[in-house]
């Protein structure tokens, strides 16, 4: 069966990529992998920010990054939660997958353990944040799966 994946995390969650990817997958008879990334550098990014403009010290810093870190977990599974919902309303086949890591690294290395034909992502809606985390990378995305990508854009 032709794959077709998915990929959701706390800056590239879009209701227009996730319309669009069950919508090709309804139409086009994919199996839909759905990937959250849990980007290992937001809370690090966060809490560094915050220590290094003497906001926070060592320990309130630690702190912080665990609660962010609980936090993003949860909304990861809300979210997949949420599209699997959808999805079932379509009775399109759906596997759920939740990766903690670098952005770029965690979306190929599914691509290529589920032998995924085509990746659906959105461009953030923050080009800020996207310039903080270098591993929200869609240049770097493109050039690694080349046509297999498709970028939604809000």
């Not at 060592?58 to 702190?63: C, E, I, L, N």
Request: charged share 30%.
């Amino acid at each position: 069966m032709k794959k077709l994946m998915l990929v959701l995390s706390n800056i590239s969650f879009s209701s227009t990529s996730v319309s669009f990817a069950i919508s090709k997958a309804e139409k086009e008879g994919y199996e839909l992998i759905v990937i959250f990334v849990l980007d290992e550098e937001i809370p690090e990014s966060v809490s560094s920010l915050l220590m290094y403009i003497g906001f926070l010290g060592p320990k309130p810093t630690d702190d912080l990054k665990k609660t962010i870190l609980e936090e993003y977990k949860k909304r990861a599974y809300s979210e997949l939660e949420r599209v699997e919902k959808l999805v079932k309303e379509k009775n399109i086949p759906m596997k759920k997958i939740l990766r903690e890591g670098r952005f770029v690294d965690e979306v190929i290395k599914v691509q290529e353990e589920e032998n995924v034909d085509f990746v659906v992502t959105s461009r953030p809606q923050s080009p800020l944040l996207s310039q903080i985390l270098s591993s929200y990378n869609l240049k770097e995305l493109k050039n690694n799966l080349g046509e297999k990508l498709i970028i939604i854009e809000e």
